[in-house]
Nanobody, 123 residues
Framework: QVQLVESGGGSVQAGGSLRLSCAASGSIWSINAMGWYRQAPGKQRELVAVIARGGSTNYADSVKGRFTISRDNAKNTVYLQMNSLKPEDTAVYYC?????????????????WGQGTQVTVSS
């Protein structure tokens, strides 16, 4: 059993900052990529940022220069520092991790998702 728990969402005014956290727990062998996605009302879920186990990162064009993704492998945690927030950043943010678990006889890779946290940016 693996569980991802998010924290850090909330409401801010445009130009403000928020920091999201997502911690994984359970029968984890290793965690590969970690990422953040978001879904605004009436829109499809979109990738915000992703970080590989080695630390390389990729960002959506819309957040480059404003958001920073980071990870703490010892804590099985991924962070998203969001600065210079805009109203169009308003969405539910979900963390995602590619996690390897070990069963009695083999290893399994699966995608796991957090429960989602609301970020609201007012103008």
């Amino acid at each position: 059993q693996v569980q991802l728990v998010e924290s850090g969402g909330g409401s801010v005014q445009a130009g403000g900052s928020l920091r999201l956290s997502c911690a994984a727990s359970g029968s984890i062998w290793s965690i590969n990529a970690m990422g953040w996605y978001r879904q605004a009302p009436g829109k499809q879920r979109e990738l915000v940022a992703v970080i590989a186990r080695g630390g390389s990162t990729n960002y959506a064009d819309s957040v480059k220069g404003r958001f920073t993704i980071s990870r703490d492998n010892a804590k099985n945690t991924v962070y998203l520092q969001m600065n210079s927030l805009k109203p169009e950043d308003t969405a539910v943010y979900y963390c995602n991790m590619r996690i390897t678990t070990r069963g009695s006889t083999y290893f399994t890779d699966d995608d796991y998702w957090g429960q989602g946290t609301q970020v609201t940016v007012s103008s």
